[in-house]
């Protein structure tokens, strides 16, 4: 289990809903890339280096309990493909909310250089390897799911699309009051790539004392009236899913995205979404039924947006009971947290 950001979110979701399984024995291997007094540190070069300490973690977590792994499941692709044979010697499924060639074509916004030249053609030869071999493939969206068979020549029948969830019964979609200002919640470590500049920018265009916005990030913001910063909060930190069930609307301008774990909080939560129509995002809102979908950098329409649901609070309470019916039915992780082990079972069958 790679530990980046969402993926960590993901990884103890995951592992919270296999607990209580009495058909399983699981061992769970973390991939921090932490550094380490071998040779490899000595390498100049930052991603080499990474490489070498995240292939040194899986094969320690696989020689670690040896025989008694039936399968093995990797919550991206990557520790899959550095870990080598060690890695693919059993049946193994791959989840994954990205492929190496939609992160070239998003390569601005995170800011990742493109692979190319021999280099980028091994990475590519090496990384369609790993997923055509895979016993089954579990992407978060169907963005990722027509990646894998369109750039990687992936058999559709290995893939099952089954994004990350949320444990429902932990989130009270009950908690929002229509009363006072309009309470808007976004939540992005990468300011700028989540559009928290673009939000900024509509909140300011709406009357003063219509809405209240909270921001959550890593970024450093300066506060400002009607605005509210929180810097330091962790995924499943109990004052941030406070904010996710005191708000009124969940926002989210990304102009790169590969999912959005936060999107799925919000649903669950009962809060509408506004998001924009990009990667994996796109597919957690129903236009118009569960929240708005926008296109990136478009502060106007955000505005009209955020008027409707500031001024209409039955249209808001529509949205987010819908975008809470949409993640029992979706995203609860309980349930796809089966469907994983289920892909498993069966690609262990198969092999």
């Not at 969402?6 to 990884?11: C, E, L, Q, V």
């Not at 039936?70 to 919550?75: G, K």
């Not at 055509?132 to 068979?149: D, F, K, N, T």
């Not at 949409?326 to 069958?349: I, M, P, W, Y």
Request: charged residues 25%; negative net charge; proline residues 6%.
């Amino acid at each position: 289990m790679e530990q980046h950001l969402g993926h960590r979110t993901y990884a103890e979701n995951l592992r919270s809903s296999l607990a209580d399984d009495s058909t399983l024995e699981t061992h769970w291997v973390p991939v921090t890339y932490a550094s380490t007094s071998a040779w490899w540190e000595r390498i100049p070069v930052e991603s080499v280096k990474a490489a070498w300490r995240g292939r040194a973690e899986v094969q320690k977590g696989l020689a670690a309990v040896h025989e008694r792994v039936d399968a093995c499941i990797y919550n991206t692709q990557v520790p899959a493909v550095l870990g080598g044979r060690a890695a693919r010697r059993r049946p193994y499924v791959v989840c994954m909310d990205d492929t190496p060639e939609l992160m070239n074509a998003m390569a601005d916004g995170y800011e990742h250089t493109p692979d190319s030249g021999p280099t980028g053609w091994l990475k590519y030869r090496w990384s369609r390897h790993v997923l055509q071999h895979a016993a089954g493939l579990a992407p978060w969206s169907h963005w990722v799911r027509a990646s894998l068979i369109n750039d990687y020549g992936v058999d559709p029948s290995k893939i099952d699309v089954i994004p990350p969830g949320v444990n429902m019964s932990s989130w009270d979609p009950t908690r929002h009051d229509d009363d006072g200002p309009l309470r808007i919640l976004f939540v992005g470590g990468d300011f700028e790539r989540k559009g928290g500049d673009v939000l900024l920018k509509a909140f300011r265009s709406l009357e003063p004392g219509t809405a209240v916005l909270r921001l959550v990030t890593r970024s450093s913001i300066e506060t400002e009236p009607g605005v509210e910063v929180y810097n330091g909060l962790s995924q499943n930190d109990p004052e941030l899913r406070d904010l996710f069930e005191t708000s009124d609307v969940f926002v989210l301008p990304s102009r790169s995205e590969m999912f959005g774990i936060a999107a799925v909080e919000a649903a669950a939560a009962g809060l509408p979404l506004v998001v924009t129509a990009v990667g994996g995002l796109a597919e957690l809102v129903v236009d118009g039924e569960t929240g708005f979908s926008m296109q990136p950098d478009d502060d106007r329409a955000l505005v009209v947006h955020l008027r409707s649901l500031a001024e209409q609070p039955s249209l808001r309470r529509t949205m987010g009971a819908a975008a809470r019916r949409r993640a029992e039915q979706e995203f609860d992780a309980d349930v796809n947290a089966a469907r994983l082990v289920a892909l498993a079972r069966r690609g262990t069958a198969l092999a």
